[in-house]
């Protein structure tokens, strides 16, 4: 009876541990990208930044968004949105550093925090990125829907900020940026 309670109670332990695991998985990502939510990143973001400072490391933050993104939901409809959100996001998971940390922001926009990283690493990163985007192409419903393009704007501790508000501000004012000098572009 003691080994069958044991059994029984390891069982559950590792059953509860589990749903758990799962709960505070649920808490920490967005349900549609399966990448982290905009309060983790926030959480995270703090202790990158108080890291980079205590080491004198760099650290990159890269805002991004689809460009014409409320065009592509007006024509193909909000799960052809969703479609592109995804395919963004699995084109950022596997082509980002396990140290990095991906976020979506909010609607189309996202965040990644590129730990010991300089402005230009992260130009490079998010021009490689830009590239395989503009490549890409999804379908359906039998239509391809192409010309799915993300402007970036970038910024970098400590010469953009030693805060998470002024980091995220200047990379959203480089994206605004973006944006205006045609799309399709970094700052």
């Known amino acids: 009876f003691i080994v069958a309670t044991s059994a029984i109670a390891v069982t ?3 059953t509860n541990r589990k749903q758990l695991e799962q709960i505070h998985d649920l808490s920490i990502r967005d349900s549609l990208t399966g990448l982290y939510n905009r309060r983790y990143m926030e959480e995270t973001f703090d202790r990158e930044i108080e890291r980079a400072i205590r080491k004198g490391r760099k650290l990159a933050v890269i805002m991004t968004d689809v460009d014409l993104f409320k065009t592509i939901n007006d024509s193909y409809g909000h799960v052809v949105g969703d ?21 979506r922001y909010g609607g189309d926009e996202f965040i990644l925090i590129l730990p010991e990283c300089s402005k230009q690493e992260a130009i490079l990163k998010a021009e490689s990125i830009r590239m395989l985007i503009a490549q890409s192409t999804l379908e359906f419903d039998g239509k391809c829907i192409d010309n799915i393009t993300l402007s970036f704007g970038i910024s970098e501790l400590p010469e953009n900020g030693q805060n998470r508000i002024d980091l995220i501000c200047t990379a959203d004012k480089a994206l605004y940026l973006s944006k205006q000098l045609g799309r399709n572009r970094i700052n």
């Open 83 to 103: 479609m592109v959100l995804t395919h963004v996001a699995q084109l950022f998971a596997s082509n980002t550093r396990s140290s990095d940390i991906i976020s």
């Open 12 to 14: 559950y332990g590792h």
